[in-house]
């Protein structure tokens, strides 16, 4: 038997440095499904094709591996923005689904991060984590980053942007960003990356000697 976790939460809320760092400490496979839904935006942008074609996205969604997915190259602004158009089409995201879902097998154990997969993609997790942050927190960390790198940013249109991503994620119909019935909470407001990691230590400890 494999263990799952599972993490959802908004964009900028620190769960993609959280995931990485569960799976470090406890030897397990990390998966961003964001990379997924990014991946198929990216082909498709790549090949010239269109962002409101179900059909043609969902051929894309089928074709996407997870074994090739480069986070230096998805992470582009206008990636992120291409991806979230489309992941609001239920065939892209049965396709990408699928892949996740397979992936979510794989053994010791997996952390899979992303906006269902408490809710959808991994309903039996026996851990399920919701981080967010308040949008102008995540907005501030955004920024800072992108400052940290060495590039120019603009606080207000980071601000707007991570507002516009929240309306989307939340607001679709299929497969809304929601935390699970069951899902613990962990509001990185005013936390540290280091005390979410603890406070998520103990879930999963508790959850790992119940297994
Ligand atoms: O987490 P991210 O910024 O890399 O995600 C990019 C987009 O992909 C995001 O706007 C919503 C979508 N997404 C999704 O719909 N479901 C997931 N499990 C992960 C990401």
Redesign the pocket.
């Known amino acids: 038997m494999t263990f799952t976790i599972a993490i959802?939460g908004p964009?900028a809320a620190g769960k993609?440095t959280l995931s990485r760092r569960i799976a470090q400490t406890y030897g397990y496979h990390h998966l961003?499904?964001?990379?997924?839904?990014?991946a198929t935006a990216k082909a498709l942008l790549d090949a010239g094709l269109p962002l409101d074609d179900e059909a043609v996205a969902e051929g894309m969604a089928l074709k996407v591996d997870l074994s090739g997915l480069d986070r230096s190259v998805?992470?582009a602004h206008a990636i992120?923005e291409a991806?979230?158009k489309i992941?609001v089409m239920p065939a892209v995201?049965r396709a990408?689904v699928e892949a996740?879902r397979a992936f979510a097998e794989r053994e010791p154990g997996t952390v899979i991060?992303?906006?269902?997969?408490g809710t959808v993609?991994c309903p039996d997790a026996p851990v399920k984590l919701y981080v967010t942050a308040a949008p102008e927190v995540r907005a501030r960390r955004r920024y800072d980053e992108i400052l940290a790198s060495g590039k120019e940013a603009d606080f207000d249109t980071i601000f707007a942007d991570v507002k516009l991503?929240d309306e989307?994620?939340m607001g679709?119909a299929d497969?809304p960003?929601k935390p699970a019935a069951d899902a613990h909470l962990l509001d990185t407001s005013e936390m540290s990356i280091e005390a979410a990691f603890e406070a998520a230590s103990v879930i999963i400890d508790a959850a790992l000697k119940k297994d």
């Open positions: 959802d964009a993609g961003d499904t964001g990379l997924t839904y990014r998805l992470s992120g991806a979230s992941a995201r990408l996740q991060d992303g906006r269902d997969i993609v991503r989307r994620d679709r497969s960003l």
